[in-house]
């Protein structure tokens, strides 16, 4: 099965060209073509999932000498190395995944082997026998990976992108009068969709930073193209569709420009590209680093900082996270799968992948978790007071993307995995739901303009709910277990750190600003009386069967699949499914955890410690701490779940009754203003949150706004501006006569003169040191004279010339 | 006598270049640049490269520019020119880059040029006196030994040169008829 | 002989910049033209002043070809410069910027 | 050197096979002209684009069956080594591709269609030929070659005004730039005492030339610095010029926007490579005098830096396509610079057979980014050509809506074009990935950072075409007609051969940019030798 990978990006290519070529002619076919596509990789990726788990269940039943029973250990490391030589062999065998050449054979395939992985070489993409000045040889294989982390993106982007497909293809169309009507862009609607899938499947089973560069760059092409799909509309009152997706594009231009020069620089100084051939060198020790590249070392923090500024780009973080809230201009399928769901979290994987090299560089490790909390933060508190359905929705997800940066930030690279495991869920449950309530309301995206759907749209008010309480973080749905667990890490960091302890307070917040802003929008879209024209709010109901039976899988999953990751120190589950999440992760994202306790802290324990405790307690250098931390994690629960029912509760409480909501949009309405009074209470409340909240939100917005207009669009248009002024200069020189070209040309040459009179004047400079230096020595000297050959008696002849001395010339005739 | 020949020469060829340069008039300047030609080929007879001096009156001040006096007259551009004012900035700045190109090249021969380390026109002399055979035989003996394929190659130019003054100085178009210029906004 | 040698080379410079010069000052096509041919004319001069001086015999062959692409390049060029004589009866080069931007 | 020679028994070391694809180049533009005048206007229409691209196919059969030896021969005129030899079928695939176009061209503007395709024939062999000269003269006579026909294929259309400007411009300023170049010769054959680069790089390696004086008496003549230097600045503007790098391009914008698209399309692709290549073996021999480096590192810095920023820049501003890819060649020219650069520096960084290891391995980055940008160029001209642009940027507003594949075929031109930074799985990605990994290698950091920003400017225009044409309502702009419509002046309807060429660059683009070993390997595999 494994040895399939290759069919996850073929059959979604195959289906966008059939959809691409076809365009036109397929009608209501290409939506199912789609579908179908997505589905067959799903089940593959199931097959993979299941491929690679009992792999790693056998690895792991052979590796445990002896079942640990105690709760408090049970982190055990299932590490390759412990068994015996004949059984790895046995194994390799059996799960023979690893399909290198057997001639030419990968040193650093045991260590794939730790993680279970399969590296599926296709074909040598790039070979380049001897490199420069060294011994090494560039060899980029067009080569897919396979391991625990990869499988966990191809179920969930296989799973969430099935779903989306099916709902587009019932959102991807208008039914008048019972003649449905089809999008006029549907097959290239679906082809860019599969395109997208194609290249997300390229990006996260890419064995090196080539490869995944490839479904990077797809991913962004396909993000553009549908963020500007509906180009010929405007999107807001500044911005047309084809700008929001051209602020996409330069976003993440700009984020790109740090990955490749990342690249550069590990090509530089590591001689590879590949990823297991990075950790390798990187966790192995047996070959000796470059300078620089050690812990701590300046080149691997710079290339670290250089990826953060790719991951910023593609994950919507500060600085470059202006682009997602507009990147909302396209179809709300788009939003769910592309900008919600799936790429996204580029970033964040590539910096999983890359644990053992963050672990290794802990200054950026610490932007990593600055960034990512400065980003929830901003995002969380903007999304405070937005009015635009998907904005708060866009808004809330850079946030959520702000805070699986922050897990990664304290080493808890699992935990951030399974948040953006879970988040895919309910934030495309959030989305489809919102685009379900915004199709029924004829694309009306004010939630001061909805309310009161309940009744009207039950199935969509059933799953918003539902993905609601998930992201709020409320017992027992996904987004609590996935959340607390991120809160819990950054906690345990700070048990060593205190700069983490602000770090989790500033999570908490986060939090309880993600309560109250979902609560908000809940309770304005669904509850209370509505505030949308009578006639909109006639009409609406629930989506087709294909819409609302995805919006009600994606709810109970988003109910469901926190139980993948349940801590024992919250509940006992039975089996062995405490943690069963991070268990399995464990190997690919616990490495470098590992690496740096054992390597740098001379930690000697069995169990893989906590992330979050090796780098925030890196005062501790016993090892202690490492291996018997155990936080208040049930404390720690309980109080975030007080938190996040406290957000909703005062959501509800400030917006509970539907006419209320309507103050602070319609207090100056003299029609309403009977209601209005009647809910003077909130109104007090409204005001006062108008004045603190919504001032300070627009303080705080105005910075952000300020930032997107004066630092990314300054970026933008500042080098715009420079390069407009550049490239005028040059349209005035190219002024059509040929001798302004002529002299151009002459002027280039002069400047090659001139610049050939100062090497030549430097040339003879040091020949006249030279000549100095050796009349010291006078028999050197004449015997200098003698030889005639090799310019020797040339110059100093020339040089004396130059410096105006003429009598050893005189001498010479 | 010999430096005396030669700074007048020197100083002749400089004139009549500068001639070229200065005469408002086409003729004039065409006229000119003949002149600066012969005093080139007097400067070759001065290195003892009399065929080189032959061909280059024969060629140059002899063919090339009749073909140029003859475009001039067939195309009767005997006004004068004077240079339109937006050239006039350009005027400058061409003369200062000239002048430091002119500044450096002769800095550098002046200064690098040095006559002491070759072996000079003596051993030109030599190398004649030992062969035994004319200058004409040599160069002949070059061209179809060791440049023999520049000198086959030439054939092909010429008859490129051939083709494509024919196609473009040609009046009429494929069917003999008179060509017409369209108002084709791009080319093709 | 030898200051010939280097004066050679200056005067090859000096008629190489006087061609310069008049490509870039002269309003006729044609005396641009001409200029151009001055600019290979002093290559010549500096080819032969070289092979002169250091007692080479392809100097001149050198020359020869020169001239020949001169020649060449002479030809094409007057027909070019004929064949925009019949699009604008006129050859001033600075009025020819219809192309440009 | 040559002072030594000549009257002892003169043997020819003629490989007479290697001629045999000159030769046939130079037969078939005879023929041509004797075709054409055998059988009157529509007979030559009808033969004459079989005959010369038989030609043109013919010859790079011949290298392909090897029968150009990979090394010096005839009297050590020619270097044919796989790289000049590869260059070559680059070269000629390109022209192959022109004549492909010309019929349609011919009977549209009522061409001469003889001169044409002799034309043609004749600027393939010039260009073949500088590909693999080894002698300064030889090159010098091959660029003439190939640039009066191309002069003269510029300005063929003698009905249209601008044609003839463009003519015009490209000759006045390609004289300038020539005699630039002969200027330089000379002060190399100055510093050297010989034309042939082989012998060249020998007298650097030892730094003097063995003259024989009168009675014999050998002495050793030093080599001049100064000649070298200014002979390789000199000769340097001459290759910019044909190379279009800042500030030598100024003619290409309008050349490329007056001429006819087929010819524009080779002196876009083909005069490049041609002069590509002679600059590569140029730099080889030069870069042995071991002041080289010192002097030419910064020339070739700056002209590259200058190029890349310069014609990206300018880019950003023009509205007319073919301004656009005047200015994009710029750029892209500066990149392929950053490869003369490294090979610049080489000398000075290791010597023996890593020197040559390095080399070798410039060499092929060079060669791969000139076949990706050469592919690339003809799909985006092809395109153009085909479907009438040509003109304003807003003609193509909409084409996929129109015109599907030929859109979808620019889009991939576009993509490709913008190379590192966007696009992985393509040829264009390829070279620059090459190129830019031996600059790093070589510790040409900043440069290569400078070309990766580059790159990056250079996806706002190259993608701003494909959201013109993907993203744009087919609304008629006021300046010209949409392409791709009836109205377009210039539409022709694609003939079967040009539509597989096309296809056949498209495919190219994707499979060299997934298999770039593919094409590397054919300098060993088909032709003689590795890429040496």
Known sequence: MIDLVWLFPVIMALAALINGLGCRKLGEAAGYISVTAMAATFALAVGVFLEVRNAAQEVTAQAMTAPVEDPGKDRVLHDWNELSEERRLQLVEQYAFVRTDPETPRPWDTSVRDGMGGHVPLWTWMEIDSVLGTDRSLTVDFALHVDQLTTVFLLFVSFVGLLVFIYATGYMRESHHGKVELDPGYARFFSYLALFAASMYILVLGANFVVMFIGWEGVGLCSYLLIGYYFDKPFNDKLSCADAGKKAFIANRVGDFGLLLAMFLIFWGLGTLDFQHIIHMLTNGGEVLPAGFGYHGSILTAVALLLLLGATGKSAQIPLFTWLPDAMAGPTPVSALIHAATMVTAGIYMLARLNVLYMMAPVALLGVAFVGALTALVAAYAALTQRGFKKILAYSTVSQLGLMFLAIGVGAFAAGIFHVFTHAFFKACLFLAAGAVIHALHHEEDIFRMGGLRKKMPKTWFAYLFATLAIAGIFPFAGFFSKDEILYMVHSAGVGDSVYMFLYGVGSLVAAFTAFYMGRSLVLVFHGKTRASQERFDRAHDGVFSMTGVLIVLAIASLVVGFLNVPSGIMQLPGNMNSAFHHYLEPITDRGTLHVAQAVWGYTGEAVPYGAVVVGGVENQAGELYANYHGPELMLAVLSVLIALGGIGLAFYLYGSGSLTAAERLARNPVLKPLWSVSWRAWKWDDFYEAVFERGAMAFYSVVLWIDENIVDGIVLGTGRVSRAFSHWFRRVQNGQVQMYGLMMFAGVCIFLVYLAIALITFLGQAAEEEQAGVSAPEAAHSHVEVTHHGAAELPVLADRVTGNTEREQDAR | MFLLIYSTLFALTVVFALGVLVFRNTVKSAISLVFTMLCIAANYLLMRQEFVAFIQVIVYAGAIMVVFLFVIMLLNLREPESPAWYLRGMRYWGGALAFLFFFVLAWGIQVFSVADLTPGAAALEELRRESGQAEVTQLATLMVTRYIVPFLLTSVLLLVAVIGAIVMARRKDEDGRDITFDEDEEGA | ?101 | MDSSLPVQAYVPEIHPTGLIPFLLLLLGGIACLVVDAATGKEGSRRYLPWIAGGTLLASITCFFLRLVPGEVFLEDTFRADAFGQLASIIILASTFVMTTMGPSLVRRRNLPSGEFYTLILFASLGMTLLAISNELLTAFISLEVFALSLYVLVGIDRRSRKAAEACFKYFVLGAFASAFLVFGIAFLYGAAHTTFLTEMAEVFRQGYVESVGPEGAVTEIPVNTMYVFVGFAFMFVGICFKLSLAPFHMWAPDVYQGGNMPAVMVVATASKVAAFAFLVHLVEALSYWQGFASGAVYIVTAVAVVSMLWGNLAALVQTNFRRMMAFSSVAHSGYMTVGILVLVALPGLMSGAELEAGQLLIRQAVILYMAGYTVMNILAFGVAYYIGGGGHMAAYRGLVYRRPLPAAGMAIAMFSLVGIGFTPPTIGFMGKFYIFKEAVQVGFVGIAVIALLASVISAFYYLNLVVTMFMRAETKPAEAPLAGTPEAPVQVGGELLARVVLVTACVLIFVFGIFPQLFIGLGETLVNGAVR
């Open chain 3, 1 to 101: 002989m030898e200051p010939v040698f280097q004066a050679n080379l200056i005067l090859s410079t000096l008629l190489f910049t006087i061609g310069v010069l008049g490509v870039m000052w002269k309003r006729n096509a044609i005396s641009l033209f001409m200029s151009v041919e001055l600019m290979l004319n002093a290559a010549n001069l500096a080819f032969v002043t070289f092979a002169f001086q250091l007692g080479l015999l392809s100097g001149g062959i050198l020359v020869l070809f020169i001239m020949t692409v001169a020649a060449a390049e002479a030809g094409v060029g007057l027909a070019i410069f004929i064949a925009l004589f019949r699009v604008h009866r006129h050859i001033r080069v600075d009025e020819q910027d219809m192309l440009r931007g």
